[in-house]
């Protein structure tokens, strides 16, 4: 055998122990699972078992913009999608939701006021989308996030709102541009749109980050009511 038959060979064997180890690691976390939510069972037989899940489903287009999400995110599953309209008619970004379904088991079954209570609840985990619709500076990007984001959050904690501005590089937003929230208790996981990866804990910002998209007063009423919609089918 030639050293690149062989070499190809050990490449194989150790593919193949990863993947093994893999499906091992999946099934132990589906019979956790199981043990604790009887209707897990049934959610789990529409799990993929091979190929690569970021690729299950088709995705959703946000009709308003003509954006595309996929279906999962960071984990996550899309429950719900919208556009945040500025000055009447300047649809400036696509806006989407991503919630873990098991999380979400009890809540789906609730009453609508069940859902948003979970929805203002930064302990429910998700990744909140952002892709923008047109260019925007970044100076207006963080005034317009800070601004409906201070009076909610009533004195607490604003010192918050500075260490989110930096978590965003002076570079300006243009059409396609990709921003990811990840709120997980009182910490945010963020992504800013050039791939640069940050983090802030504080309990009162994640209070005031989910009432800003799912509130009485959301920034995208359109993704609200998606949302709201989409939960129920998980």
Same mark, same amino acid.
């Given at each position: 055998?030639? /050293?690149? =038959?062989? =070499? =190809?060979?050990? +490449?194989?064997?150790?593919? &193949?122990?990863?993947? /093994? *180890?893999?499906?091992?690691?999946?099934?132990? *976390?589906? =019979?956790?699972?199981?043990?604790?939510?009887?209707?897990?069972?049934?959610? /789990?037989?529409?799990?993929?078992?091979?190929?690569?899940?970021?690729?299950?489903?088709?995705?959703?287009?946000?009709?308003?913009?003509?954006?595309?999400?996929?279906?999962?995110?960071?984990?996550? @599953?899309?429950?719900?999608?919208?556009?945040?309209?500025?000055?009447?008619?300047?649809?400036?970004?696509?806006?989407?939701?991503? #919630?873990?379904?098991?999380?979400?088991?009890?809540?789906?079954?609730?009453?609508?006021?069940?859902? !948003?209570?979970?929805?203002?609840?930064?302990?429910?985990?998700?990744?909140?989308?952002?892709? #923008?619709?047109?260019?925007?500076?970044? !100076?207006?990007? +963080?005034?317009?996030?800070?601004?409906?984001?201070?009076?909610?959050?009533?004195? @607490?904690?604003?010192? &918050?709102?500075? !260490?989110?501005?930096?978590?965003?590089?002076?570079?300006?937003?243009?059409?396609?541009?990709?921003?990811?929230? +990840?709120?997980?208790?009182?910490?945010?996981?963020?992504?800013? /749109?050039?791939?640069?990866?940050?983090?802030?804990?504080?309990?009162?910002?994640? !209070?005031?980050?989910?009432?800003?998209?799912?509130?009485?007063?959301?920034?995208?009423?359109?993704?609200?009511?998606?949302? #709201?919609?989409?939960?129920?089918?998980?």
């Amino acid at each position: 055998m030639s /050293a690149m =038959s062989s =070499s =190809s060979a050990a +490449t194989s064997r150790q593919g &193949t122990k990863i993947t /093994a *180890g893999l499906v091992l690691a999946g099934a132990a *976390g589906l =019979s956790l699972a199981m043990q604790h939510e009887p209707n897990f069972a049934s959610m /789990a037989a529409r799990l993929p078992t091979s190929g690569d899940i970021l690729s299950v489903g088709m995705p959703a287009t946000e009709p308003a913009t003509g954006i595309k999400f996929p279906q999962l995110c960071n984990g996550y @599953q899309l429950v719900g999608q919208g556009v945040r309209i500025k000055y009447v008619f300047v649809k400036v970004y696509a806006v989407g939701t991503y #919630m873990d379904p098991i999380a979400m088991m009890a809540v789906k079954k609730g009453s609508d006021a069940d859902i !948003e209570k979970a929805l203002l609840d930064p302990t429910y985990p998700r990744t909140i989308r952002i892709v #923008m619709n047109r260019g925007l500076s970044i !100076e207006k990007y +963080t005034a317009g996030i800070v601004e409906a984001l201070e009076p909610r959050m009533e004195g @607490q904690e604003l010192e &918050t709102l500075e !260490e989110f501005k930096k978590l965003n590089p002076p570079v300006d937003l243009v059409e396609g541009a990709e921003i990811e929230m +990840t709120i997980r208790g009182d910490t945010l996981l963020y992504k800013n /749109a050039v791939g640069g990866v940050g983090s802030l804990k504080s309990k009162r910002f994640m !209070e005031a980050l989910c009432d800003v998209y799912y509130g009485s007063d959301p920034a995208s009423p359109t993704q609200k009511e998606s949302v #709201m919609k989409g939960i129920r089918k998980l």
